[in-house]
């Protein structure tokens, strides 16, 4: 059974540019969360979505947007990149069932911002 | 809102001891109090979690206990190995559904 899936590992922007990150979950998780970690303010909770609809949001700018296609795959997009948006990007997908749920997290995806 | 407060942020251990990690939340709504355990290049992953109806869980080496009175739960690792070295994270979930993770504990293990 293939884990969740994202791309790109790496990634080099600069400032004003956006970016597109890429979630592919594991079969039959309809659920995808995305996180944003770094070193200062550790794991934060973007947003998440679950039949292509945001089911909750974090306390984030709306220069972080995302969405989910109907086959669960999920992305999520930074738009007029900062310095402090230098981070690695997390997916987690989970089964379709609200409340607790057993997140299952991709090996994310490093953007680092010049 | 909701916080969750992780301590110590950083624990080394002798191999073969035991470390203890302890989280503790402000009024919160959840339920479900899972840990993570992040290595080096990875995603973070599940290693143990605990429902408010039980007081204590163990699976091998690992275990946590929650006590939802004083608003604290603890992982607790026995007879550490140096496959354990890591950050591992404590999450709690708020009346809205939100996820919340504490700011992790990096855990040496020394040889």
């Not at chain 1, 970016?19 to 979950?25: A, E, Q």
């Not at chain 1, 770094?38 to 973007?46: D, I, R, V």
């Not at chain 1, 220069?63 to 997009?77: D, L, P």
């Not at chain 2, 073969?16 to 290595?39: H, L, M, R």
Request: overall charge positive; glycine content about 8%; hydrophobic content about 30%.
């Amino acid at each position: 059974k293939a884990g969740v899936t994202q791309t790109p590992r790496y990634l080099i922007k600069t400032r004003g540019q956006q970016v597109t990150l890429s979630c592919s979950p594991i079969s039959g998780h309809r659920s995808v969360s995305w996180y944003q970690q770094t070193p200062g303010q550790g794991l934060q909770f973007l947003f998440e979505y679950f039949s292509e609809t945001q089911r909750n949001k974090g306390n984030f700018p709306g220069r972080f947007s995302g969405r989910q296609f109907s086959n669960s795959r999920s992305e999520m997009n930074v738009s007029t990149l900062e310095l402090g948006d230098s981070a690695l990007y997390l997916c987690a997908s989970s089964l379709p069932s609200s409340g607790a749920n057993v997140l299952t997290f991709g090996a994310g995806s490093r953007l680092t911002v010049l | 809102g909701e916080n969750v407060e992780q301590h110590p942020s950083t624990l080394s251990v002798q191999e073969g001891d035991s470390a203890v990690i302890k989280c503790t939340y402000s009024d919160s709504a959840s339920n479900y109090f899972p840990w993570y355990k992040q290595e080096l290049g990875k995603g973070p992953q599940l290693i143990i979690d605990i429902r408010s109806n039980v007081g204590e869980k163990k699976d091998q080496r690992i275990a946590v206990t929650l006590n939802k009175t004083a608003k604290h739960f603890s992982l607790h690792i026995t007879e550490t190995q140096p496959e354990d070295s890591a950050v591992y994270f404590c999450v709690i979930m708020n009346r809205d559904d939100k996820i919340i993770f504490g700011k992790g504990t990096r855990l040496h293990i020394l040889p």
